[in-house]
């Protein structure tokens, strides 16, 4: 079918393709890029070692040739993987891999886009439609899936955790908590950073036990410790400040509410809770709105909304600082009327 549009305007289909994006998950999915290595490799091989359809698998490679991400060696029948097609290694310096495979936590999350229509004529979230169970309870009851995003947590703050040590005064507090900090990357980038202070991090139990791995790999076990636990019950008190990173986003403004309400009660007159988020329009387009909407009913919020729903939980905004690319810290401390 040809399509006619005017002079200089793309057509429509091309940004509504679906072989495109697919196809590249499913390499992903299958190590395409693994398989074939360096030296490339047949279709009937690649068929072999992805126990895959070798007619289906030829139309796959095909495409992914179209598009660039693999080539064809007219002589010997191998394909192998552009310089492009490289970033769905495992290994790749862009992590990407793990945000691709339809079987990590985000690449499946991913999928539920297609029932993204019932999420806007209901405003509630795609994912349970589609998979019988909210995002969280998967990971929950799937360890792979578990695991699969604590590695793309540890990947997404590889280069924002040093940054966000650095760009903010970390050092004027004796004693944090990183209330769901996943592995520790961000505490303990904060920690090396900060000689002088102490921190423990409070995640689910499972991710807990990576955390203290990392935090003894780190030689921060005399000052790092992790504590199995969820935000949305009582939080230890007693520490200086509370971080909330990439978490609010997550969650509509009720269970925000929540989780800021309680870092609020155990951070007490005298702490402050710093929330480290995406701003919307400053380090959150539009398409990753619409993922926190699909996928859990969260939101990426601006800092008027930030200030209002800390409000709503008595807490007041003292500063704002941009601590990366894409990452804004918001300091809140108890109002007066709160204490």
Not at 288 to 312: Q, W
Request: one cysteine or more; aromatic letters at 6%; a negative charge.
């Amino acid at each position: 079918m040809t399509v006619s549009t005017p002079e200089n305007t793309p057509s429509i289909l091309a940004l509504a393709d679906l072989a495109t994006p697919m196809s590249i998950r499913v390499a992903a999915t299958l190590g395409l890029v693994e398989e074939a290595g360096s030296t490339g490799a047949t279709v009937d091989q690649l068929a072999t070692r992805t126990t895959t359809s070798a007619m289906a698998l030829e139309r796959l490679l095909d495409h992914l040739v179209t598009i660039g991400v693999f080539r064809l060696d007219a002589e010997t029948g191998r394909y192998r993987p552009t310089r492009l097609g490289d970033q769905l290694r495992a290994d790749s310096p862009e992590g990407v891999k793990i945000l691709l495979d339809i079987n990590s936590a985000g690449g499946r999350a991913e999928l539920a886009f297609i029932e993204l229509l019932d999420t806007i004529t209901t405003g509630l979230p795609a994912y349970p439609r589609r998979y019988g169970r909210d995002f969280w309870t998967d990971l929950d009851t799937e360890p792979v899936l578990r695991t699969s995003f604590d590695a793309q947590m540890q990947w997404r703050f590889q280069v924002f955790a040093t940054r966000i040590a650095e760009q903010f005064d970390w050092g004027r507090f004796t004693d944090i908590l990183d209330v769901g900090g996943g592995d520790g990357n961000l505490l303990a980038a904060i920690l090396t950073a900060h000689p002088g202070v102490r921190g423990r991090v409070l995640d689910v139990a499972p991710t807990i036990a990576a955390a203290r791995e990392r935090f003894s790999a780190a030689r921060l076990a005399d000052r790092a410790s992790g504590i199995a636990g969820s935000f949305f019950d009582p939080l230890p008190t007693g520490a200086d400040a509370y971080i909330l990173s990439d978490i609010l986003h997550d969650w509509d403004d009720e269970h925000a509410r929540l989780i800021l309400s309680e870092c609020g009660r155990a951070a007490g007159s005298n702490g402050v809770v710093v929330v480290i988020e995406p701003i919307r329009g400053r380090g959150a387009g539009t398409g990753i709105n619409l993922f926190m909407l699909m996928c859990f009913g969260g939101r990426e919020r601006s800092v008027g909304e930030l200030t209002e729903l800390g409000a709503d939980c008595g807490l007041t905004l003292h500063a704002s600082t941009q601590v990366a690319d894409g990452r804004t810290a918001l300091e809140f401390r108890r109002s007066e009327a709160a204490q």
